[in-house]
């Protein structure tokens, strides 16, 4: 599809409804509307956010980012405009967003207070949690419950992000509460998706709550609402049946290179995805095969060379000492790995060298 100029998005949708087949009511009772929405918004008058985006999803869900980038460039009516921004932003679509804040100052002759939080959030995306981070989300106001409870989603990033995990929980527990009240259903689904990106990897890793953590990661998947959170929900489905299922684990973490392959510049997590199919192979005793021996740990495992070149390291020493560990049935170097996986507040990971101690004999309950 060549770009839709928002004008023609109206003309657009109901030449694919025509091509569909499909009578406009039959539609509307798919996507969850009734048919006057569907109508009002083919005669170009505005609707819920929510509701534009389940119409485009429904006839055109390849071209759902473009579609909804141009409906916003055409400027979305003021009651429209906290989603627009939300969903930008979860897009990755910047530079709208700095299209959007603009006509809005020029309009109204200053700054909303969700232009403020969207502006901030674009010029602090890549130092989450650092004190100039916190110092300024501080001085940030909030005229609203929904506003309100997008900047209590900030603090619970900015905890996370400094790895104090008890106050992360505790603003989880806050906010889940107050999303119930978020007026928007757009606003009210996507701030649960990032409720459940920080909360998916709490309740796997920090926690050790794994059928928790498999709950919250199909919802998030389920929501599809960014390739990030798509990402999340997939990695940690992987992850978390590493020690249980083999097959499982290692068609959640194919899937997730699926979703990097077509990115060019995340060459770095398609990498890290492809060696953690690599440690999940060892774990498992299996062949390497040679499509995952894409870092000097991962080549070493498949070698079976010794680990010990990479005990001092910040990343590797935990698995390093695991499968030497393993290998030479040494519970010094399997407790130096649980130590290691423990430090770094990762209670799912320390359960692999734990399985191996139990075989030694180390009974955990006393």
């Known amino acids: 599809m060549g770009t839709v100029a928002a004008r023609d998005l109206n003309i657009h949708i109901k030449e694919l409804i025509k091509s569909s087949n499909e009578k406009q009511n039959m539609i509307a009772a798919k996507i969850g509307i009734s048919e006057g929405y569907l109508s009002k918004f083919l005669s170009g008058k505005e609707i819920n956010f929510w509701m534009v985006r389940e119409i485009i999803r429904y006839l055109d869900p390849s071209n759902e980012t473009e579609l909804i980038k141009q409906y916003c460039l055409n400027g979305v009516k003021k009651k429209n405009y906290p989603a627009a921004l939300e969903y930008c932003y979860a897009k990755k679509l910047f530079s709208v967003i700095e299209n959007l804040i603009d006509r809005q100052i020029k309009k109204e002759g200053k700054i909303s207070s969700w232009s403020g939080i969207y502006k901030f959030m674009l010029e602090y995306r890549l130092t989450l949690g650092s004190s100039e981070y916190i110092e300024k989300l501080n001085d940030l106001k909030s005229d609203c419950h929904d506003t309100k409870t997008l900047l209590l989603v900030l603090e619970m990033y900015a905890n996370y992000q400094s790895r104090k995990y008890e106050l992360t929980l505790d603003k989880i527990e806050t906010i889940q509460k107050n999303i119930n009240r978020v007026s928007d259903p757009f606003l009210k689904m996507a701030f649960s998706a990032r409720l459940e990106e920080v909360s998916v990897n709490l309740y796997l890793k ?23 959170f798509n990402l999340t929900a997939l990695y940690i489905l992987a992850l978390s049946y590493m020690n249980e299922s083999y097959f499982l684990s290692y068609e959640y973490y194919k899937k997730c290179i699926q979703l990097l392959s077509v ?13 953690e ?19 000097t740990f991962a080549k070493s495992l498949a070698n079976k060379d010794s680990l010990n070149s990479f005990y001092q390291h910040d990343f590797y020493k935990s698995y390093a000492l695991l499968f030497d560990g393993i290998r030479e049935e040494s519970s010094e170097k ?13 209670q799912f990971r320390s359960n692999l060298p734990k399985i191996y101690l139990i075989k030694l004999g180390f009974n955990f309950n006393i």
């Open 206 to 228: 920090q926690d050790n709550c794994v059928y928790k953590a498999r709950e919250v990661a199909h919802s998030l998947h389920e929501k599809n609402l960014s390739v990030n």
């Open 277 to 295: 199919i690599a440690i999940l192979q060892a774990f498992w005793d299996k062949e390497i095969s040679e499509d995952y021996q894409v870092t």
């Open 263 to 275: 990115f060019p510049d995340r060459k770095k997590e398609l990498v890290q995805n492809k060696e």
């Open 334 to 346: 399997l407790l130096l790995s649980l130590y290691f996986f423990s430090q770094q507040k990762d």
